[in-house]
């Protein structure tokens, strides 16, 4: 009488009833994920069944902690500097800046008649600008240096995506390597089998 497989099996993490083409054997995990998903649960002893929630859980976990490890997590300061960037409004500041200019000629030359407290040619406001132009050098360095800081970020987050990628497919080669192994284990099983059952059926033949 044959055996016929179970409708749902248990898996080891979550202990909960799953089909069994919802999830595999931990045999049949790559090395370096099952000894993760191991040190995560100290209690497991590797074997069994594990369902594809639990299986993809522990895998963007070992990857997040890969990721860690080689190039580590944006410090409190970069994440400023990145929020600081998306918040730069530079085209409102100059609207604001030029209102503020034309505001002050029309003040003193027009409504004031040249008796304000900067009448023509003004001499305040010439002095006002350049102070700012004195000040413009300054200001382009920064900016500078958060245009490099901003392209370093995005250089880093180039290598994480990049580095992601490798080691997905990394895993992937590793997990076909593991399972041709066993497959050519397998069949090596088989053959041996075979060979088996043509002597007996040459010894049979014979006698």
Known sequence: MSKTA?????????????SPHNGMLAELIRPSLLEFIKKRMPGWDGSGFICLDDLGKFRKEYVKEVLQEEIGELSALDQEVIESLQQHEILRFII????????????????????GFDPYPFILLNLILSCLAAMQAPIIMMS????????????????????????????LHEKIDHLLRRQYNRLFEIQQIQIELLEELGRKSKG
């Open 6 to 18: 179970p409708a749902t099996l248990s898996c080891e993490i979550c202990k909960k009833p799953k």
């Open 96 to 115: 604001l800046f030029g209102a503020v200019l034309f505001g002050w000629i029309i003040l003193n030359a027009i409504f004031l008649l040249n008796h």
């Open 144 to 171: 500078q240096n958060r245009a490099e800081l901003r392209d370093r970020l995005r250089s880093e987050n180039d290598y994480k995506i990049n580095l992601k990628a490798e080691l997905e497919i990394r895993h």
